[in-house]
């Protein structure tokens, strides 16, 4: 199993960029294809971006397509979301995960990952 850790959440105006990196330790973190999913207060997690194994796939939510780049480096066990373009609505806490379910192609639930990170706050003010 891995363990995961975000950083890189903040206080950002709209129209402004941040970086959030997700680290991983423990053995295989190569193997695991890797989300990042956003909870806003009072809401559901919901799935924001997927990158699989190798970094050679990628899927993202409708409303981060064009704005959000997700990316990784096995190397440093590290998987990352470039945000652009913040608005006001991405405001939540956000966290990456490993997906050990449904392995044979990206998914967008979040009863498919595991080993969730504890978070990090994004706030965009409007």
């Known amino acids: 199993q891995v363990q995961l850790v975000e950083s890189g959440g903040g206080l950002v105006q709209a129209g402004g960029s941040l970086r959030l990196s997700c680290g991983a330790s423990g053995h295989s973190f190569s193997v695991y294809a890797m989300g990042w999913f956003g909870q806003a207060p009072g809401a559901e997690r919901e799935f924001v971006a997927a990158?699989?194994?190798?970094?050679?796939?990628?899927d993202y939510a409708d409303s981060v397509k064009g704005r959000f780049t997700i990316s990784r480096d096995n190397t440093k066990k590290t998987v990352y979301l470039q945000m652009n373009s913040l608005k006001p609505e991405d405001t939540a806490v956000y966290y990456c995960?490993?997906?050990?379910?449904?392995?044979?192609?990206?998914?967008?639930?979040?009863?498919?990952?595991?080993?969730w990170g504890q978070g990090t706050q994004v706030t965009v003010s409007s």
């Open positions: 990158i699989s194994w190798d970094g050679g796939k990628t």
């Open positions: 995960a490993a997906q050990y379910r449904d392995t044979n192609r990206l998914s967008r639930r979040t009863y498919d990952y595991a080993n």
